[in-house]
């Protein structure tokens, strides 16, 4: 009786066909070729869905024992018949959370602050409650106001910053100060006493932008470029500050609105003011890039054992440890860490990672959006089937 388990199996089975794909193209003369990474077609079915429920464009990067796969599938641009690039760039909206929390661990590393450090001790002048902890900005648990926007207990929205829907799209590129998106968050009322509860808000992570800076003298985008970007070698990403571009090659993203008149118009927003979300959902990036980062995070090379330990313990009802979720997969698959995000509109991605880092899901999808996010509803769904293909036996 065979011993081999489903996973290894199904690995087999594709380097057989990949074995079997390089000979047929290479020719009986062929020998000694390694083969080529074997294609993946339930990838590309799950890719497929996400098309078919709307979404323009998707682009994916898949690393497992079988290799580096990656493929597109949709159009880059409307009215073009050109797929997505494979690496282009994208806006990776609050996949920049664990960039941003392995910033502030590895100062913890070097000694340069503690986790349980109350934050009005770095950041004196804004009013900080003295409860509140590094620990429970990265955490989600200081309970300060989420500054673009937060519904309250009886279901109302107590409003933020213009970040998102029809009133949004006319001041996009306008720039906002990390400072000035604090200040507005510690105007308003708690959402719950300093670690009394749980509730994602992109404050704790301006904060911690805040933060970085001040602790090491220089700015949010000089720290991310000389711990991280330029050590692992990751070329396709920056912070982008009020930059509104996307640079290369890229997918292009969507806003629809109907105007007084009753006429739906269709914006492009590739291009778009990232500001509003600084140290929260400002980063570009690539698969490439989002690939090196996750698993060189998840195999150690960014953290001490301890610290990444901490990091990935899930917590609270979110479970979400210090800038990732923690995430059961379910019987045949184990837990994976992950992020995901999105920008106001138009642009999600996803970073998913085996506890070891060598099992990588990492990729960008485009869309029409509107004020009740079109086919976003579906997004989540859609991810958990593509992830699901890769994690699971």
């Known amino acids: 009786m065979s011993t081999q388990s489903p996973r290894a199996a199904k690995a087999l089975r594709r380097s057989a066909v990949a074995v079997l794909a390089a000979a047929l193209v290479a020719g009986p003369a062929a020998t000694g070729a390694s083969a080529a990474t074997p294609d993946r077609p339930e990838l590309r079915t799950a890719m497929q869905a996400f098309i078919d429920a709307g979404f323009t464009g998707v682009q994916l990067r898949v690393r497992d024992e079988d290799g580096e796969w990656t493929s597109s599938a949709g159009v880059r641009k409307l009215g073009q018949a050109a797929k997505p690039p494979t690496n282009g760039s994208f806006w990776t909206g609050s996949v920049v959370k664990p960039f941003t929390a392995t910033l502030v661990l590895q100062l913890a590393a070097e000694g340069k602050l503690r986790l349980d450090d109350p934050v009005a001790d770095h950041l004196p002048g804004y009013g900080f409650d003295r409860r509140i902890t590094v620990r429970m900005l990265l955490q989600h648990t200081s309970g300060l106001f989420n500054y673009t926007g937060e519904f309250t207990a009886d279901g109302t929205l107590e409003p933020g910053i213009i970040a998102n829907g029809d009133e949004w799209l006319p001041i996009r590129f306008r720039d906002y100060r990390p400072e000035e998106l604090v200040r507005l968050a510690l105007s308003k009322p708690a959402r719950f006493e300093p670690g009394a509860g749980q509730s994602y808000s992109n404050t704790n992570y301006t904060v911690a932008l805040l933060l970085i800076e001040r602790v090491t003298g220089r700015s949010y985008a000089e720290e991310m470029h000389r711990r991280i970007l330029r050590p692992l070698r990751m070329t396709g990403t920056v912070v982008p500050g009020t930059r509104s571009q996307l640079p290369g090659p890229h997918a292009h993203g969507y806003y629809r609105y109907q105007d007084a008149a009753g006429k739906w118009t269709t914006v492009d927003i590739s291009r778009q003011n990232p500001s509003l979300l600084a140290g929260a959902g400002d980063l570009i990036s690539t698969t490439r890039d989002l690939q090196t980062f996750f698993s060189a995070l998840n195999s150690g090379r960014l953290l001490p054992a301890g610290l990444l330990a901490e990091m990935r313990q899930p917590y609270g009802p979110l479970k979400y440890g210090l800038g990732v979720f923690a995430t059961d997969l379910g019987p045949g698959c184990g837990t994976v860490y992950e992020h995901k995000g999105s920008p ?47 994690f699971c036996d």
């Open 344 to 390: 106001p509109h138009g642009y999600g991605a996803l970073m998913y990672s085996s506890p070891d880092g060598a099992r990588t899901v990492t990729g960008s999808v485009t869309w029409v959006d509107e004020a009740t996010r079109g086919p976003a509803k579906d997004f989540q769904k859609l991810v958990d089937n593509l992830v699901r293909e890769v």
